[in-house]
């Protein structure tokens, strides 16, 4: 059984920073793409950035120079570093992974940041 866990969110003024952080069991790190994803308030939940096994990113625009994803596949876990943090990356992050077929999710870590 996959199980994700977040950690790491949080309330910052904008321009601050956070470091989020996803623990994964039951899924092989050495062979996953791990993700995080964002579903702002009354929006559809949308990719942030994720990274293959063997370290490729892959970054929505909005976050480009912004935001770093890595991974640590002997912890299992993956992070993801947020800078210059803007009211608009407000919104629940959520750790993912698709193992054998099925999309796996972490229940969520809450990032609010003011203006």
């Known amino acids: 059984q996959v199980r994700l866990v977040e950690s790491g969110g949080g309330l910052v003024q904008a321009g601050g920073s956070l470091t989020l952080s996803c623990t994964g069991s039951g899924v092989n790190f050495k062979i996953a793409t791990m993700g995080w994803y964002r579903q702002p308030p009354g929006q559809q939940r949308e990719l942030v950035a994720n990274?293959?096994?063997?370290?490729?990113?892959n970054y929505e625009d909005s976050v480009k120079e912004r935001f770093t994803i890595s991974r640590n596949n002997a912890w299992n876990t993956v992070s993801l570093r947020m800078n210059s943090l803007k009211p608009e990356d407000t919104a629940v992050y959520y750790c993912?992974?698709?193992?054998?077929?099925?999309?796996?999710w972490g229940q969520g870590t809450q990032v609010t940041v003011s203006s």
């Open positions: 993912h992974t698709r193992y054998y077929g099925r999309n796996q």
């Open positions: 990274i293959t096994a063997g370290g490729i990113t």
